[in-house]
């Protein structure tokens, strides 16, 4: 037993030293690496609420909120399936030199809008107890919380 370990013991500590290798890096190399600080990273919106609807043809959906009714999560059938995100419509922003002829509106009433996927295949409106959703392939219809 104790010959075992006496022929073990040195293999291991090869082993060890292997890993405490350190490289230096190439003349030049550290100035490049240290110049570009990293970008700050945003965060995706949080969840704010889930809920599970049953739509007029009998699907169920279960719909996560996310942030002030920033965007939402669209399931179909089951929680585990792709989701399919809508959010706001982006803001068109006017060309330089061009004057916008609407008034800003306020945000309440730019979220108070349905939200829709970037293809325009999906959109979603309301919140709560009934909600109002048009999915791919499907008309407009209207599904209650359970």
Not at 90 to 100: C, L, Q, R
């Amino acid at each position: 037993m104790k010959k075992t370990l006496f022929l073990i013991a040195p293999v291991a500590l090869l082993a060890l030293a292997a890993c405490n290798k350190t490289e230096t890096p190439a003349e030049g190399e550290t100035e490049t690496a240290t110049a570009e600080p990293a970008a700050p990273i945003e965060m995706p919106p949080p969840i704010t609420a889930s809920d599970t609807y049953r739509c007029a043809d009998n699907t169920i959906l279960y719909v996560d909120f996310l942030g002030e009714n920033v965007a939402a999560d669209i399931r179909i059938g089951d929680k585990t399936a792709s989701a399919i995100r809508v959010s706001q419509p982006k803001a068109e922003v006017p060309a330089a030199g061009e004057a916008s002829s609407a008034p800003a509106a306020p945000e309440a009433e730019a979220a108070a809008g349905p939200l829709k996927s970037d293809d325009g295949e999906a959109s979603l409106s309301g919140s709560g107890k009934q909600i109002n959703v048009k999915l791919p392939g499907k008309g407009a219809q209207t599904c209650k919380g359970a």
